[in-house]
């Protein structure tokens, strides 16, 4: 999703047991690599976990809010807490160890 409002996306992380965000930007090469292989892994790891995109250029104000300086950048959040980051270099191996405890524990 694109163009959410900042109290839409923390209705979002307040009422959402397992949440992604997802900075990006569409002159950002490695956030265009990235996004299907997300989708990917949610799907067939974590279908319980809602993803959701920000352009970073388009909403800079909801970037800045969340201190988000770089992309691609994902935010973890589980139970309304923010649980990780990850930033630049972001490998599925690593997304998919970050969301896999906290997701069974939540989930399952």
């Known amino acids: 999703m694109q163009n959410e409002s900042l109290n839409s ?20 090469a490695p956030c265009l690599s990235l996004r299907p ?38 935010l973890l959040y589980f139970d309304g807490h923010e649980h990780q980051r990850l930033s630049k270099y972001v490998a599925i191996p690593q997304l998919d160890a970050a969301i896999s405890r906290p997701y069974e524990l939540l989930i399952d």
Do not use: W
């Open 37 to 74: 292989k997300v989708e990917k892994l949610l799907s067939e790891n974590f279908p319980a976990m809602k993803l959701l995109y920000i352009d970073s250029e388009k909403q800079a104000e909801i970037a800045g809010h969340f201190g988000v300086f770089s992309n691609p950048t994902l």
């Open 9 to 28: 996306i923390q209705n979002q992380i307040d009422t959402t047991p397992a949440l992604l965000l997802y900075f990006f930007s569409d002159r950002c």
